[in-house]
């Protein structure tokens, strides 16, 4: 059970940011760490034998102006063991050579013994192929040749033979040393890589994601704000998820809103459809009368009881987001016009006094389409430009390919900016007394349905105009 639930809380933290962003800040700096012992262990091999041939050289000399034609047996050997040799040799310029060797020294290096080569103005990455070799104890039970420069003299050539395990030993003492201060370094800097990355970044992702978690469980009571205010990109995600949430919560609200409306539409609704029953029933009954007048009047009062009762339904489908029933058929746009136009109590266009309503386009234009749909597009559109104050509205209809542009015109005065951008949202209204904010999402939604779409196309203090693109051949 203890190993299963270290597993449990160890596992989540691997696969973490922090966690992997630990990673590989170690590795970063360790990588970075090794390529300095490299380079630390390749200068080191050449200062250690660069002494060596310093050494060399000033014993050279010395004997170059000793009288005696070759030193005795115990400083011959005293000078060698000083540098732990088995030979030195120098060449002089003017081809003169001196060397100084053990007396049962064979002449000449084994076949495949190395040489090591440390030209004047070699660099440490030429060095680092013979000090990786040494390193790994290749030559430590083998002689090997350094050859030099002399520092003080570089047209003095040394070559020392000696034995290559005081070099191993010390280069591998001196690597041993440098890595453990490179380990520290390593964790040190690491830390403090971490650390800055982990404040600037993760802390400040993880909280935003704890935030979010949160948000997901209850958008609706959620309130929390980030009281960071930051200018990088982090502070542009948590601006980002601000908006969102504000305007997820704004849907809340107008979700609940539509809620509230549809379960009061949903009580008076069958009181209404009576109500209209009640009249359709009256108004059957005076298309029968004698009175010329009356009976004239009567089939208008039972088709506007008719789409009454029709967009009550419907509007009680769109607060329970049920689809509405549709019935594709041939309409003529002028006549369809006319109807819209007498709904809204339009008078001659001649006239000074009240709504003009006006048809601009192709008398026989025709498309197919919902009937009951489009009439309250239009009906609807004609209703925010009556109550906006246009006193002139046209129904400008043209034809785009397959499609058919309705634009409907007035010369009201505008729209308010703050509500431009948020025209076709539920509970958007421009303002004026009694109104519900609903008739533009109506609008946009019964558009989506019949296969089209609308949007403002301008508006200033000269009117408002409204496009919509509708298909000339729709089925449902």
């Known amino acids: 059970m203890v190993a299963t639930a270290l597993k449990s809380l160890l596992i989540p933290h691997a696969r973490s940011l922090g966690a992997k962003l630990l990673a590989v800040t170690l590795v970063s700096v360790m990588a970075i760490e090794t390529l300095l012992l490299v380079q630390a262990i390749a200068l080191e091999q050449r200062r250690y034998?660069?002494?060596?041939?310093?050494?060399?050289?000033?014993?050279?000399?010395?004997?170059?102006?000793?009288?005696?034609?070759?030193?005795?047996?115990?400083?011959?050997?005293?000078?060698?063991?000083?540098?732990?040799?088995?030979?030195?040799?120098?060449?002089f310029p003017g081809f003169m050579t001196m060397m100084l060797q053990k007396r049962d020294l064979a002449a000449g290096l084994a076949d495949g013994d190395p040489r090591i080569m440390l030209p004047a103005d070699g660099t440490w990455f030429q060095d680092i192929p013979s000090a990786l070799w040494t390193l790994g104890g290749a030559g430590q039970r083998r002689e090997l040749a350094v050859v030099a420069p002399a520092p003080q003299d570089t047209q003095v050539q040394i070559t020392i033979r000696k034995s290559g395990r005081g070099l191993v030993g010390h280069l591998r003492q001196y690597a041993i040393n440098i890595l453990g201060l490179s380990l520290l370094i390593s964790m040190f800097t690491g830390l403090l890589v971490y650390t800055a990355l982990y404040t600037l970044i993760v802390r400040p992702i993880r909280q935003l994601a704890e935030q979010m978690q949160r948000f997901a469980k209850s958008p609706e009571r959620f309130s929390e704000v980030l009281s960071q205010a930051r200018r990088d990109?982090?502070?542009?995600?948590?601006?980002?998820?601000?908006?969102?949430?504000?305007?997820?919560?704004?849907?809340?609200?107008?979700?609940?809103?539509?809620?509230?409306?549809?379960?009061?539409?949903?009580?008076?609704?069958?009181?209404?459809?009576?109500?209209?029953?009640?009249?359709l029933l009256m108004g059957d009954s005076l298309a029968s009368s004698s009175d010329p007048m009356v009976a004239k009047i009567a089939p208008r009062l039972v088709a506007s009881i008719e789409k009454a009762t029709a967009v009550c339904t419907d509007t009680l489908d769109f607060t329970r987001d049920a689809a509405t029933s549709l019935q594709p058929e041939p309409i003529r746009l002028r006549e369809l016009s006319l109807e819209v136009g007498n709904a809204l109590g339009a008078v001659d266009p001649d006239s000074d006094d009240g709504l003009a309503w006006r048809f601009d386009g192709d008398a026989e234009a025709s498309l197919v389409s919902d009937r009951l749909s489009l009439f309250r597009i239009l009906t609807n559109?004609?209703?925010?430009?009556?109550?906006?104050?246009?006193?002139?509205?046209?129904?400008?209809?043209?034809?785009?390919?397959?499609?058919?542009?309705?634009?409907?015109?007035?010369?009201?005065?505008?729209?308010?900016?703050?509500?431009?951008?948020?025209?076709?949202?539920?509970?958007?209204?421009?303002?004026?007394?009694?109104?519900?904010?609903?008739?533009?999402?109506?609008?946009?939604?019964?558009?989506?349905?019949?296969?089209?779409?609308?949007?403002?196309?301008?508006?200033?203090?000269?009117?408002?105009?409204?496009?919509?693109?509708?298909?000339?051949?729709?089925s449902y």
Do not use: Y
């Open 381 to 474: 559109l004609g209703h925010n430009a009556v109550q906006a104050g246009a006193q002139d509205v046209v129904l400008n209809v043209t034809t785009e390919g397959e499609s058919l542009v309705l634009q409907l015109c007035d010369d009201g005065p505008g729209l308010p900016k703050r509500v431009q951008d948020h025209l076709f949202e539920p509970f958007v209204s421009v303002g004026k007394a009694g109104g519900t904010g609903l008739g533009l999402a109506i609008v946009r939604d019964l558009c989506g349905l019949l296969g089209g779409d609308v949007c403002l196309e301008r508006t200033g203090e000269d009117g408002t105009c409204f496009r919509i693109n509708l298909p000339m051949e729709w």
């Open 49 to 91: 034998l660069m002494r060596d041939v310093e050494k060399a050289h000033l014993i050279m000399l010395a004997l170059s102006e000793t009288p005696m034609e070759a030193p005795n047996l115990i400083l011959r050997d005293k000078l060698l063991s000083g540098l732990e040799a088995e030979s030195i040799s120098a060449a």
């Open 233 to 279: 990109e982090i502070g542009v995600v948590q601006e980002s998820f601000d908006l969102m949430r504000d305007t997820v919560q704004s849907a809340f609200r107008q979700k609940s809103r539509l809620a509230t409306l549809g379960t009061a539409v949903t009580k008076i609704n069958h009181d209404l459809k009576n109500v209209l029953s009640t009249a």
